[in-house]
């Protein structure tokens, strides 16, 4: 298979892209609107799994503890899941799918291409194989919104349905890359995530090939500049569009970690707060991060004036001091709330996204 046949194969032109189910339900310390903050601790004996996550994913980013994509998503769910996952089942399932994936590099000549592993993750997620079934991973489009099933943009669910959202899909290609040895990085833009690798083969104009899991689409980087109206700022402080390391993806799951318990437990309190204080520390870029960090801090204020009878004192000066920081270092970076135009911009292109998905293509001569 030559390279043009690669690109042919794997190549398809720009659609409009999906309205996203991570778009978080949050907003910046000043002003912000979305779930109540609340300072309710849950029951010690229903944060104890979130409690030994948080532990061990904070060891993975301090260098205690080998630094691991796979399990550090794992235990972001199996928290939620009060410890119902499986990791043994989880870890069957991704051997199997690499598995796979071996099989199809060499029965296919991928290896004398250095992103050959890209190459064949790539086909495994947009075309039907036995390897995956004969059923392609899609976007979910029965499960999205702030009212759907929090689990529904878990790894584990596309692992078993084969949908899923632009959180969990590209994560699952993350998780798969990792454990095949193929270099690929999470990436992000305004309320959605994406695959990016080096394009060693020079087989695409960009230096980048940016993998577009909801869509089935190698998608150029201007179309994410412009699609989503992304500032020169936000990129050069590697807010947006940056390929992620391992560690900061990891540190992207203590923020995950800590948005899920707040689904769990509708409170926002010093176990979000140290979630998103260890995160920033490895990824100080995320936006989400310091938005729950944020909404954190107004609990633990809110709690202190509610003991105190409402009175300023050097603690409520110091949270006051501590939120805004977190705001203006938001601002600095470049980040900008998503804007009304926006948002409705990104669900049309989820009207044409669902019209248009189902389209079949030829699969690799496999086996």
Same mark, same amino acid.
């Given at each position: 298979?030559?390279?043009?046949?690669?690109?042919?194969?794997?190549v398809?032109?720009?659609?409009c892209?999906?309205?996203?189910?991570?778009?978080?339900?949050?907003?910046?310390?000043?002003?912000?609107q979305?779930?109540?903050?609340?300072?309710?601790?849950?029951?010690?004996?229903?944060?104890?799994? &979130?409690?030994?996550? /948080?532990?061990?994913?904070?060891?993975?980013?301090? =260098?205690?503890?080998?630094? +691991?994509?796979?399990r550090?998503?794992?235990?972001?769910?199996?928290? /939620?899941?009060? =410890? =119902?996952?499986?990791?043994?089942?989880?870890?069957?399932?991704?051997?199997?799918?690499?598995?796979?994936?071996?099989?199809?590099?060499?029965?296919?000549? #991928?290896?004398r291409?250095?992103?050959?592993?890209?190459?064949?993750l790539?086909e495994?997620?947009?075309?039907?194989? +036995?390897?995956?079934?004969?059923k392609?991973?899609? &976007?979910?489009?029965?499960?999205?919104?702030?009212?759907?099933?929090?689990?529904?943009?878990?790894?584990?669910?596309?692992?078993?349905?084969?949908?899923?959202?632009?959180?969990?899909?590209?994560?699952?290609?993350?998780?798969?890359?990792?454990?095949?040895?193929?270099?690929?990085?999470?990436?992000?833009?305004?309320?959605?995530?994406?695959?990016?690798y080096r394009?060693?083969?020079?087989? /695409?104009?960009?230096?980048?090939?940016?993998?577009?899991l909801?869509?089935?689409?190698?998608?150029?980087?201007?179309?994410?500049?412009?699609?989503f109206?992304?500032?020169?700022?936000?990129? *050069?402080?590697?807010?947006?569009?940056?390929? #992620?390391t391992?560690?900061?993806?990891?540190?992207?799951?203590?923020?995950?970690?800590a948005?899920? &318990?707040?689904?769990?437990?509708?409170?926002?309190?010093?176990?979000?707060?140290?979630c998103?204080e260890? +995160?920033? *520390?490895?990824?100080?870029?995320?936006?989400?991060?310091?938005?729950?960090?944020?909404?954190?801090?107004?609990?633990?204020?809110?709690?202190?004036?509610?003991?105190?009878? /409402?009175?300023?004192?050097? &603690?409520?000066?110091?949270?006051?001091?501590?939120?805004?920081?977190?705001?203006?270092?938001?601002?600095?970076?470049g980040?900008?709330?998503?804007?009304?135009?926006?948002?409705?911009?990104?669900?049309?292109?989820?009207?044409?996204?669902?019209?248009?998905? =189902?389209?079949?293509?030829?699969?690799?001569?496999?086996?």
């Amino acid at each position: 298979m030559d390279k043009s046949m690669d690109v042919k194969l794997i190549v398809k032109g720009v659609l409009c892209l999906l309205l996203f189910c991570c778009v978080f339900p949050l907003q910046p310390a000043n002003g912000r609107q979305g779930g109540p903050v609340l300072n309710h601790t849950p029951d010690e004996s229903r944060s104890r799994h &979130y409690r030994q996550a /948080y532990l061990e994913i904070a060891d993975m980013l301090d =260098g205690k503890a080998p630094l +691991s994509v796979k399990r550090a998503v794992f235990l972001a769910e199996w928290a /939620y899941l009060d =410890g =119902g996952l499986d990791y043994k089942a989880y870890c069957d399932g991704i051997d199997t799918a690499v598995a796979f994936l071996q099989r199809l590099i060499a029965a296919n000549g #991928l290896g004398r291409y250095k992103t050959g592993k890209n190459l064949a993750l790539t086909e495994y997620f947009f075309r039907p194989y +036995s390897g995956n079934g004969h059923k392609p991973f899609t &976007y979910d489009f029965d499960h999205t919104g702030d009212e759907s099933d929090f689990t529904d943009q878990f790894v584990s669910k596309v692992m078993r349905t084969h949908t899923g959202q632009c959180r969990s899909l590209p994560m699952y290609y993350k998780v798969l890359a990792e454990s095949l040895g193929a270099e690929a990085y999470i990436a992000r833009a305004p309320a959605h995530v994406f695959i990016r690798y080096r394009n060693e083969d020079n087989m /695409y104009p960009e230096p980048w090939v940016n993998v577009e899991l909801t869509t089935h689409q190698i998608t150029p980087e201007f179309f994410y500049k412009e699609h989503f109206e992304i500032g020169d700022k936000a990129i *050069e402080s590697k807010v947006y569009l940056a390929p #992620l390391t391992d560690r900061e993806t990891v540190a992207v799951q203590l923020a995950d970690l800590a948005f899920g &318990y707040w689904r769990k437990f509708e409170c926002y309190d010093g176990f979000t707060r140290r979630c998103c204080e260890k +995160s920033l *520390e490895y990824y100080p870029q995320n936006p989400n991060a310091c938005i729950i960090l944020g909404k954190s801090l107004d609990a633990a204020l809110m709690s202190h004036l509610e003991q105190n009878g /409402y009175k300023e004192d050097e &603690y409520t000066r110091q949270i006051e001091a501590r939120s805004q920081s977190l705001y203006e270092s938001l601002k600095s970076l470049g980040w900008e709330q998503m804007s009304e135009g926006l948002h409705e911009k990104l669900e049309k292109g989820n009207e044409q996204g669902k019209k248009m998905q =189902g389209a079949t293509t030829n699969e690799l001569p496999m086996l």
